[in-house]
T-cell receptor, first 114, second 118 residues
Framework: ETGVTQTPRHLVMGMTNKKSLKCEQH?????MYWYKQSAKKPLELMFV?????RVENNSVPSRFSPECPNSSHLFLHLHTLQPEDSALYLC?????WGGGNEQFFGPGTRLTVL | AQSVTQLGSHVSVSEGALVLLRCNYS??????LFWYVQYPNQGLQLLLK??????LVKGINGFEAEFKKSETSFHLTKPSAHMSDAAEYFC????????????????FGQGTILTVHP
């Protein structure tokens, strides 16, 4: 595997389910990100981890819970989601966290909440 | 704080024609500027970026962009469109100085869908 991978690529869940999204980067980077991409809205940064420490949390509802066990892996745990949470969730990584560092994106997980 | 405005949510060109995608930004400090492309069912891929130095930046696939500080613009161009250029394009800005919780994050525009006609 190369670059940034995300699993699953598609996920359908009910509002009472608990599921997790997984992201893995094979680039030796130290920063990882979760973004939400909804139709007709700009990409929204959700969380940033730098050296496994959360450095940014953009007022994301608690039903989204990130986890970064090491610099190569990032998870997004989901529970009691709402239909408006349906979106494409993108993971990205960069060498360091900071302006000017290119972010490499995974292909995303398409989430549908019924 | 920073923001990005992409003028035109849809742009349509003929194959071989000039591609011009517009991006204006606002930033309280010198910005870093990026253009990303997203093909259907894929993540975003960096086309080019401006950090410092030469204001005309060349990227992949024949694209280039010019940083114009006086106009707060970073428009993306390509002299001759190919069918394979059809995708959604995102302009993004981040602040130049690392430090503080808001520095380092990318703020994206709403995206411009480019359609290329034969």
């Amino acid at each position: 595997e190369t670059g940034v991978t995300q699993t699953p690529r598609h996920l359908v869940m009910g509002m009472t389910n608990k599921k997790s999204l997984k992201c893995e980067q094979h680039l030796g980077h130290n920063a990882m990100y979760w973004y939400k991409q909804s139709a007709k809205k700009p990409l929204e940064l959700m969380f940033v981890y730098s050296l496994e420490e959360r450095v940014e949390n953009n007022s994301v509802p608690s039903r989204f819970s990130p986890e970064c066990p090491n610099s190569s892996h990032l998870f997004l745990h989901l529970h009691t989601l709402q239909p408006e949470d349906s979106a494409l969730y993108l993971c990205a990584s960069s060498q360091r966290w900071g302006g000017g560092n290119e972010q490499f994106f995974g292909p995303g997980t398409r989430l549908t909440v019924l | 704080a920073q923001s990005v405005t992409q003028l035109g949510s849809h742009v349509s060109v003929s194959e071989g024609a000039l591609v011009l995608l517009r991006c204006n930004y606002s930033s309280s400090v010198p910005p870093y500027l990026f253009w990303y492309v997203q093909y259907p069912n894929q993540g975003l891929q960096l086309l080019l970026k401006y950090t410092t130095g030469a204001t005309l930046v060349k990227g992949i696939n024949g694209f280039e962009a010019e940083f114009k500080k006086s106009e707060t613009s970073f428009h993306l161009t390509k002299p001759s469109a190919h069918m394979s250029d059809a995708a959604e394009y995102f302009c993004a800005v981040s602040l130049a100085n690392a430090g503080g919780t808001s520095y380092g994050k990318l703020t994206f525009g709403q995206g411009t869908i480019l359609t290329v006609h034969p």
